[in-house]
């Protein structure tokens, strides 16, 4: 049976290695993933989104820095219980996106969390599939500024995190098919650590949505190729497979097959 759904994540993974791509396909590794609750930085990360969604709610209005530690706190635990020392680690994170932009910013979105499923551009029988942090439209100007909140219990690295990412770009087509009539000018980023939290605002060209549609589409049809076995998956085979946090699939199949040619 083929792939109905195409996530940026699902991307991504195939442009860094179209090989773990394939294997992270596999029902078992899928079935394994289903059972496993993640890694802790997994789990802060769906925490702190968790926070955020409940801060932009509007059933939570008026706000106040003890809704934010208490309520918040409390009805995100019930989601994703956070019992581990990163736990003090999330929660100075979240104090500094209060610190650093106050309880009433002003920034209202229209829908957060919202998930989308839009046809894969050139590619019958699939959609592209994920969630928008949040979308705010200008319904006088009929445009739209997207935002994205990343979170990391490490340095955060903004040019990495934002510049190097094509996220917006194919959020940036979702929308041109959900909403024809406006136009995406932005996505702005809210980077939250332990130490800060910044934001960045990354522009978005509307004439770009052409030609990242033409890109997807090829990416689109590559991976639809490999998952029917038309073609054999490339393996990356850099040296960063094997790092200090190894690929899954790195020493039962990668290094294996450059060791011993099988």
């Not at 957060?112 to 029988?125: A, I």
């Not at 094509?166 to 098919?177: H, I, K, P």
């Not at 949505?209 to 090829?218: G, H, I, S």
Request: glycine share 6%; charged share 25%; proline share 6%.
């Amino acid at each position: 049976m083929l792939m109905e759904h195409i996530s940026h994540s699902q991307l991504t993974t195939f442009i860094e290695c179209e090989l773990r791509w394939k294997l992270s396909r596999d029902p078992a590794v899928l079935a394994a993933r289903s059972n496993n609750d993640g890694t802790w930085d997994m789990k802060a990360g769906s925490f702190i989104h968790t926070v955020m969604e409940l801060f932009h709610h509007p059933d939570y209005l008026p706000r106040n820095t003890d809704d934010i530690l208490g309520v918040f706190f409390d009805h995100a635990d019930e989601e994703i219980p956070l019992r581990s020392p990163y736990e003090g680690q999330v929660r100075a994170s979240l104090r500094n996106f209060i610190d650093s932009f106050g309880l009433d910013e002003g920034h209202a979105p229209t829908y957060v969390e919202m998930d989308f499923t839009v046809p894969f551009p050139g590619l019958k029988g699939y959609n592209l599939a994920g969630i928008f942090d949040d979308i705010t439209f200008d319904n006088v100007n009929r445009e739209i500024v997207l935002g994205e909140y990343k979170s990391s219990l490490k340095e955060i690295d903004p040019e990495v995190k934002v510049w190097q990412t094509w996220q917006g770009y194919v959020y940036q087509y979702a929308c041109s098919v959900l909403y024809p009539d406006y136009r995406v000018t932005g996505i702005q980023y809210t980077l939250i650590d332990p130490k800060k939290a910044i934001r960045v605002m990354r522009p978005l060209y509307p004439d770009s949505v052409p030609e990242w549609k033409a890109y997807m589409t090829r990416l689109g049809k590559e991976m639809k190729d490999v998952k029917t076995g038309k073609r054999e998956a490339f393996p990356n085979y850099q040296w960063k497979c094997g790092g200090r946090y190894p690929c899954p699939f790195w020493r039962e199949t990668c290094q294996r097959k450059l060791m011993m040619g099988f």
